[in-house]
């Protein structure tokens, strides 16, 4: 959520911000300042009502002066009620705002998006494409998962559910290394906790949401920014780094395209996830470092990749700046996002009142969140890109500590 002061004082430079990812039409900052002047007025107003009245209330009481009171009483619970549509009003309007973007990220849709690095070369073996060499390899059961739960699901099995887990061990390691905490948190949030994250209201349709009117995680990231919130935080314990596990469940409406089948894109899938509470001078910096994070888990597999950064409107609202790692899918001939990292500044921090105090006053935090990593891309760009002539796969060296085998030797292959 955006600072109605930092609109009225930067009036112009946020319109332009907002411009690169929405249309004029879709907002009206000059709406927003003037509901806050009306705001101001009105408690100005009856605050002076309040002060008449304790006045009142200290002179002798008569008939006259009784009912003098119960005229400023009712003109202040008048003001009061007004002051809360027009204060309810004006969330509504910031809440369904975007963030603002930083000054070097493209405007405009995916068209825009830079390629900013490359690892590694692209692998010059025509392959099978992930569904069949999962197949082939015995290693995730597609048919079975569809029976138990629909498409856009996956049974890991064999080597496979090995290589799930190895992966995960590996991620886990790698941020414990770095200092960073580890949390697994539940995966059912309430309402106010995705508006907090900035999944609500924008996002609503791509949540699942139970009988219970809890919604299930769409990305641990729903639930790390809401871990301090309401709380205000000690200046010197920043900034606060953790990292979670979770299944991440995304309702995914519309029609899969035919080079997303298999595990490219489901309902549900397994991510570790990198989130840090900064201060806010320190907040670019941490977003270096959660880049650099990504990045090398990604080298480190060995896969060839490439880091984009995001065009406004190919970005999470919520978000000031986005960086993907995407790695190369050789039988789509296409890059797919395995980790995204997004610099929210004060956006969801406002949202949850997460604060911390500097000389005696509160001020928010920034707040950071990456993928480090998710799976569900991973595997097929290890299958694709690791795969032999004889039809086995390779595992990454990185992985060899984990498992007790190297390959996965191909079973049915023809």
């Known amino acids: 959520m955006l600072d109605i002061n930092k609109i009225r004082e930067e009036k112009e430079k946020i319109e332009k911000s907002l411009l690169k990812r929405i249309e004029k039409k879709d907002f009206n900052l000059d709406e927003l300042i003037n509901l806050d002047d009306k705001r101001k007025k009105l408690i100005t107003e009856v605050e002076t009502l309040k002060a008449q009245k304790n006045k009142e209330s200290k002179e002798k009481p008569d008939q006259k002066s009784i009912e003098k009171l119960r005229k400023i009483s009712e003109k202040i619970k008048d003001y009061d009620k007004k002051i809360k549509e ?105 309402e106010k906790s995705a508006y907090t994250s900035g999944h609500l209201p924008k996002f609503k349709d791509d949540l699942f949401l139970t009988q219970d009117n809890l919604y299930l995680n769409a990305t641990s990231e729903m639930m790390l920014a809401n871990y301090h919130r309401d709380e205000i935080l000690k200046k010197e314990d920043l900034p606060l780094k953790y990292y979670a ?3 991440c469940f995304r309702r995914e409406k519309g029609s899969y395209r035919k080079e997303e089948r298999g595990m490219i894109r489901g309902h549900q899938f397994n991510k570790i996830e990198m989130f840090q509470f900064t201060l806010p001078e320190k907040s670019w910096e941490a977003f270096d470092e959660l880049v650099a994070n990504a990045e090398k888990l990604t080298k ?11 065009a406004a409107q190919d970005a999470s609202s919520a978000m000031a700046k986005t960086i993907d790692i995407e790695v190369w899918i050789p039988s789509m001939g296409i890059y797919k996002e395995v980790s995204s990292v997004s610099n929210a500044l004060d956006y969801q921090a406002r949202r949850g009142k997460v ?39 390779k595992i990454p060296k990185a992985l060899h500590p984990y498992l007790n085998f190297k390959t996965i030797d191909a079973k049915n292959s023809s």
């Open 86 to 190: 027009i204060e309810e009003s004006l969330k509504e309007k910031l809440l369904a705002l975007p963030n603002i973007v930083a000054d070097d990220v493209p405007s405009g849709n995916k068209e825009n998006n830079q390629v900013i690095k490359t690892f590694g070369e692209k692998p010059d073996f025509t392959p099978k494409d992930h569904v069949q060499l999962a197949e082939d390899l015995d290693i995730i059961d597609y048919k079975r998962a569809a029976k138990i739960a629909g498409s856009g699901f996956w049974v890991y099995k064999n080597e496979g559910a090995l290589l799930e887990w190895a992966l995960l061990n590996y991620f886990i390691d790698f941020h414990k290394k770095n200092n960073y905490t580890f949390l697994i948190l539940p995966y059912l949030l309430n």
């Open 300 to 310: 480190d597999l060995g896969l060839h990749f490439q880091s984009v950064l995001l």
């Open 245 to 247: 596990y979770s299944s």
């Open 355 to 393: 604060r911390y105090k500097e000389k005696g006053e509160s001020k928010f935090l920034h707040t950071l969140n990456g993928s480090g990593l998710a799976t569900s891309r991973l595997i097929p760009a290890i299958l694709e890109q690791f795969q032999q002539k004889d039809g086995s796969v």
